[in-house]
């Protein structure tokens, strides 16, 4: 045999038996890579549908928030005298506290809490975690989950909003009971000619939720007239204020405003003037003249308030607040009066008894001209009287003649303000969002 052949034969021998295992290799290393992209493509599958669910329970929990304070703003009867209530049973806002306001109790009659708490979108579902009202800066606070099925599971998102809460003037209170409203043929006219009552068992309403059910609630007669609306159910009342400390005119002055007591009753047949001129000089600017009565109770007799800046009658234009713990009773032809339509409440009657108390303020054909505030009386008006002003007391229409007296609100929209922090209104609306942020699940 030729050496070449021998030699060329020898060789390819050599290379037998490799090409056997490097193609088996490569076959292996193929279905690795091959294992590996399904592998990634069934994970990237997996995490696009979690992040599809959790975008989707996202937009839930955004359109629950966006449902539920539609409803708060909107609801007929108003239900958003919640806005300033707190609903957190699981403490989930403020610290672990828990606290539950949104109950029946503190929602009007004729309606329920059920559509407001949760609801659906699609085949999704929103619930109303926890809401908190902050008093101080007047801010409210939404807590809402959102949840979309996945399979067997479930994706869970929830949203936080924070916005501010402002009283809708529309709602200011002219006329309030707390215990009952015997409205008889009275009137109560003006564009904040709002009537409420806040006890349901005194003033039931039949169902549904009507002017006119809401009318008979509260004892209003055929020609009774309402020009506001009628509220029925519990609403946030202010707290009562403290008279300031009584001077007897001796001694140092105080440094801050200060009640004068007249020490007697306003029942003796003549005219009396407020401010009187013997306060002028002690009188510190700027503060109101206060005044602790007795009672006024007696017939024939004159009671003329200045607050409008007079040189002679109020050099420095202050309010007139009355303190009066006795009852007020305006018969015959006495007569009230208070120069200062546009701002009645620049002179006020605070009711301070603490048990019971009875007040006819108007009496015949008298006009009064004032804020009333008296949480323990019976406020009224005899014959055709008018209150040109506002009511705030237990209850109104029981005393005095069913005649068919008036209390005319006056149309200035400054009212709410002219009372500031004892301004009543049955509903709140969101004035505008101060931050939103997505909350941890856990």
Not at 57 to 83: F, H, M
Not at 160 to 173: D, E, R, V, Y
Not at 187 to 192: N, Q
Request: charged share 15%.
């Amino acid at each position: 045999m030729s050496p070449k052949l021998k030699f060329a034969l020898i060789c390819r021998c050599s290379n037998c038996g490799f090409a056997m295992p490097i193609a088996m290799a490569l076959g292996f290393i193929m279905i690795l890579i091959a294992t590996i992209l399904v592998m990634r493509s069934q994970g990237d599958q997996t995490t696009a549908q979690a992040q599809k669910a959790t975008a989707q329970s996202l937009a839930v929990a955004e359109g629950g928030i966006t449902r539920t304070l539609a409803t708060l703003n909107n609801s007929n009867p108003d239900i958003g005298s919640l806005l300033t209530r707190n609903y957190d049973p699981n403490g989930l806002l403020v610290g672990g506290s828990t606290i539950n306001e949104w109950t029946a109790s503190n929602m009007p009659p004729c309606t329920s809490l059920t559509d407001l708490l949760s609801g659906t979108i699609g085949s999704s579902t929103y619930e109303v975690l926890a809401y908190r009202y902050d008093v101080n800066n007047k801010t409210g606070t939404l807590l809402v989950k959102g949840q979309v099925p996945v399979g067997a599971t479930s994706s869970e998102s929830r949203v936080q909003q924070t916005f501010k809460i402002k009283p809708k003037n529309s709602t200011f209170i002219a006329v309030l009971g707390t215990d009952d409203i015997g409205l008889g043929n009275n009137d109560v006219r003006g564009t904040y000619g709002n009537v409420a009552c806040t006890n349901t068992t005194k003033c039931p309403v039949t169902c549904p939720y009507t002017t006119a059910s809401a009318k008979t609630a509260i004892g209003g007669l055929g020609s009774a007239d309402v020009d506001g609306k009628i509220y029925i159910g519990s609403i946030p009342t202010p707290t009562f204020p403290t008279m300031p400390t009584v001077w007897d005119g001796t001694g140092t002055k105080p440094s801050t405003e200060f009640t004068v007591d007249l020490g007697t009753n306003l029942d003796n047949k003549v005219t009396h003037n407020f401010p009187r001129s013997s306060d002028f000089t002690n009188h510190i600017a700027g503060t109101p003249y206060h005044y602790k009565i007795n009672s006024i109770d007696d017939n024939n007799y004159n009671i003329n308030v200045t607050t409008l800046k007079d040189a002679t009658k109020n050099p420095t234009g202050d309010p007139v607040y009355f303190w009066v713990s006795g009852k007020i009773d305006m018969g015959g032809s006495s007569q009230l009066n208070h120069n200062n339509s546009s701002n009645p409440t620049a002179f006020r009657i605070y009711g301070t008894s603490t048990t019971s108390q009875d007040m006819v303020v108007a009496s015949g054909a008298s006009d009064v001209d004032a804020f009333i505030f008296a949480p323990n009386a019976r406020v009224g008006i005899n014959g055709t009287g008018t209150i040109d002003g506002m009511v705030y007391a237990k209850s109104f229409g029981e005393v005095g003649a069913n005649g068919n007296a008036v209390v005319n609100v006056p149309n200035n929209p400054n009212l709410p303000s002219f009372l500031s922090d004892l301004a009543v209104f049955f509903s709140y609306q969101i004035d505008s969002t101060n931050s939103w942020q997505r909350q941890a699940v856990p």
